[in-house]
C-alpha cells in the first residue's frame, strides 16, 4: 500500500500538467469560497471564478520550470492562508485594508489571545499549503517542466479568458456598493490594491508630525465659568449598547450609573468606524467619515484645548500601536501610559482602567488651571475575563477563553462583567471629579461596539469588512455636575432635548469644545448636541477605503437590520 502511494505520488510529480492544475487549483481555494460569501449578482460570481482562473492560467505558464514559478509564488500562498482565517473569524469579505493596517497596530499580546481562536483555520491552512509548497519545491529539484507548446496555449487561453472576465465586471453588480470593479470586488486583484492603499495610508500617517506642524485652530474661550473648569473625554473600548442595562439589557451591568444624578444618555448613538486605529482618531479630532482627510492636516481637540488656555492630559490604558491615537496624545501637556511592555518589550502588562484614577487625582491636585483629561480605557478587549479584577466576577462561569458556540454563555458572562466593571471605573470618576467642586463635564463612548457569537453567522469581535448591528450601536454618553448645569443651565438643557436624536462618534469633537465654551473655526454648531443648532443628519460610516457611505447600507445583513428596529435606531436616509 506505502509503494502504491509512493509510486503515484512520483507519477503526480512528473507530470507537469498535473502539477499545472494542482497548483491553479490550491490557489483557487479562496474564490471558490467567495462566491457562497459576496453580496454580488450572478454574473458578479462568475467572474470571481473566471478572472483568477484567467489569470492564473495566464502566470503559471510563464515559466517552464512549474515548482519554480510556485516557489516564486508563495507569498500569493501566504495571502490565500490570511484570506481563509479571515474566513474562519468572519464569515465573508477579503483581506482588508484595516486588516493589513491591524497587523502594524496590534501588540503581540493582542495577537496572541486571539491566535489561540484560530488554532482551527491556522491547522486547516497548514495542511492546504504546507504540502504545496513542499510538493512545488521537490517538483524544482526534479526539474519538472511544462512543454513550450502547453505554455503557449494555456498562456493565451489564460488572457482570453481574463479579457472576457473584465468585459464582463460592466454588466455585474455589487449589492452593496451598486458597482463591481476589479480592484474592489475579484481576488486576488483586490487585495493587492487594498495592500497598495494600506502602504499609501501607512506613509501619509508617518508624515503627520510635518503635514501638521503648522496648524492652529485659533481656538478662544467665550465664557468662562465661576469655578475652576475641567472637562474630560473617555474612551471606551469594544462596549456594545445592547449589553448596557442603561440601553436596556435585562441583567444589570450599570448598577452604580443608574442612580448618578447629570447623565444624558444618547440612546441612538452609532460608531463610524469598527476599528481602533480609526475610530479613536474620529472622536479625538474634527475628521468624520464625510471628511477623512483633514486629519492628516489638522491636530487633535487637545491642541484646541491648549489654544484656549487648558492644561492638557492625556492618560492611556492602550499600548503605543504607531497610530493618529499617538500623536495626538503626544499634542497634551502630560501624557502617562499605565500599559507598559514587559522586560523584552513584546507582551504588555495587563493592568485595569481604575489604575488611571490615582493620576487624573494626581493632575487635578498639582495642576490649579482649567484642565482637559482624556482616558482611553481598555474597557471591554478581549480576552474579557482579563479586563476586571475577580471581584467583579458577577457572572458566572465566566473563564471560557476558546471562541467556540459551546462557550457563548461563558464569553457573554465574563463580557457582561467587563461591563460592570467599567461602570465601576466611570462612577469613580464621576465621584472622584464631583469631589473636586469644580465645574465639569464629562464625555464617554467606546470606539465601536462587539460581535459575540449572537446569531447563526457566529461572528465574534470587530473591525470585520462588513461591521455588524451590534459594533455600531454603542452607549454614549454625558455627565454634568451640579456647578456646570448652574453656569451654564442652557447648554445642560439642549444637550437634554437633543439625546432623544440620532448621533454618531463625530459629535465628540463639537460637542466637547462648545460644552467648555470654546470657539473655533473648526467647531460646526450642528454637530454639537449642547447647540441649539444641532440637527439630525445622515449618519455616515467609513468604509475600509476611508469613503463616507450611509450606515444602513455598510453591508449590514437581515440580522443586523433585525436588531436595529428591534431597539428602534433611525435608519432613515433622509436629512
Known amino acids: 500500500m506505502l509503494q502504491q502511494i509512493k509510486n503515484t505520488f512520483n ?257 441612538d448613538a452609532i460608531t463610524q468606524a469598527n476599528a481602533t486605529h480609526k475610530s479613536v482618531p474620529l472622536i479625538l479630532s474634527a475628521a468624520g467619515a464625510e471628511n477623512f482627510n483633514i486629519i492628516y492636516t489638522q491636530k487633535s481637540i487637545l491642541e484646541a484645548f491648549k489654544e484656549a488656555g487648558f492644561k492638557t492630559v492625556f492618560l492611556s490604558n492602550q499600548t503605543p500601536n504607531r497610530t493618529f491615537t499617538d500623536y495626538f496624545a503626544a499634542e497634551a501637556n502630560f501624557h502617562h501610559n499605565i500599559r507598559p511592555a514587559s522586560t523584552g ?71 457582561d462583567n467587563s461591563i460592570r466593571y467599567t461602570d465601576y471605573f466611570l462612577h469613580r470618576l464621576i465621584t472622584l471629579l464631583d469631589s473636586t467642586g469644580s465645574c465639569i463635564a464629562l464625555y464617554y463612548s467606546p470606539d465601536h461596539g462587539e460581535d459575540l457569537l449572537d446569531d447563526g453567522r457566529n461572528r465574534f469581535l470587530h473591525a470585520s469588512p462588513h461591521p455588524t448591528y451590534y459594533q455600531l450601536h454603542i452607549p454614549l454618553f454625558l455627565w454634568f455636575s451640579d456647578e456646570y448645569r448652574q453656569n451654564f443651565p442652557e447648554q445642560y438643557a439642549i444637550a437634554s432635548i437633543n439625546s432623544s436624536l440620532p448621533v454618531s462618534t463625530n459629535i465628540a469633537f463639537h460637542s466637547m469644545l462648545d460644552i467648555a465654551s470654546i470657539a473655533t473655526p473648526w467647531l460646526d454648531p450642528r454637530l454639537s448636541v449642547v447647540n441649539p443648532a444641532f440637527k439630525a443628519r445622515k449618519r455616515m460610516y467609513l468604509t475600509d477605503h476611508d469613503k463616507p457611505i450611509f450606515w444602513y447600507n455598510a453591508g449590514l445583513k437581515k440580522q443586523d437590520k433585525k436588531m436595529i428596529e428591534k431597539n428602534h435606531l433611525n435608519y432613515q436616509s433622509s436629512e
Open 345 to 415: 518589550g513584546i507582551y504588555t502588562i495587563n493592568n485595569y482602567d481604575d489604575q488611571m484614577l490615582p493620576l487624573c487625582q494626581h493632575y487635578i491636585d498639582s495642576l490649579p488651571d482649567n484642565l482637559f483629561i482624556v482616558l482611553h480605557t481598555y474597557g471591554s478587549h478581549f480576552n474579557y475575563h482579563e479586563r476586571y479584577p475577580r471581584e467583579f466576577a458577577h457572572f458566572l462561569p465566566d473563564n471560557a477563553t476558546e471562541v467556540e458556540v459551546k462557550n457563548r454563555q461563558q464569553l457573554v458572562n465574563a463580557y
Open 11 to 267: 507519477r503526480f510529480l512528473a507530470t507537469p500538467r498535473q502539477l499545472f492544475l494542482f497548483f491553479i487549483l490550491v490557489n483557487l481555494v479562496p474564490s471558490i469560497l467567495l462566491v457562497f460569501t459576496e453580496p454580488y449578482s450572478l454574473i458578479g460570481r462568475v467572474i470571481l471564478i473566471t478572472f483568477p482562473l484567467g489569470l492564473y492560467f495566464f502566470v503559471y505558464s510563464l515559466l517552464k520550470n512549474i515548482g519554480l514559478l510556485q516557489l516564486i509564488l508563495i507569498p500569493q500562498l501566504v495571502f490565500n492562508a490570511f484570506q481563509l482565517v479571515l474566513f474562519y473569524l468572519f464569515g465573508e469579505s477579503v483581506i482588508a485594508v484595516d486588516m493589513f493596517l491591524n497587523l502594524a497596530t496590534t501588540n503581540v499580546t493582542e495577537a496572541s489571545e486571539l491566535l489561540d481562536n484560530l488554532w482551527p483555520a491556522i491547522i486547516l491552512v497548514c495542511v492546504i499549503y504546507i504540502p504545496t509548497i513542499v510538493i512545488a519545491a521537490i517538483a524544482c529539484k526534479r526539474k519538472t517542466h511544462l512543454a513550450a507548446a502547453f505554455r503557449k496555449k494555456m498562456a493565451a487561453t489564460g488572457l482570453i479568458i481574463a479579457l472576457m472576465s473584465y468585459g464582463l465586471t460592466f454588466a455585474a453588480s455589487n449589492k452593496n456598493t451598486g458597482v463591481y470593479q476589479l480592484k474592489y470586488d475579484v481576488y486576488p486583484i483586490n487585495i493587492y490594491y487594498n495592500l497598495h492603499f494600506a502602504i499609501q495610508k501607512w506613509g501619509r500617517s508617518m508624515d503627520y508630525p510635518e503635514t501638521s506642524k503648522d496648524f492652529t485652530f485659533e481656538a478662544k474661550k467665550t465664557r468662562t465659568a465661576d469655578h475652576r473648569e475641567i472637562y474630560v473625554l473617555v474612551i471606551g473600548e469594544a462596549g456594545r449598547a445592547v449589553n448596557w442595562s442603561l440601553w436596556g439589557y435585562e441583567r444589570e451591568t450599570n448598577p452604580l450609573l443608574a442612580g448618578t444624578p447629570g447623565l444624558v444618555l444618547y440612546r
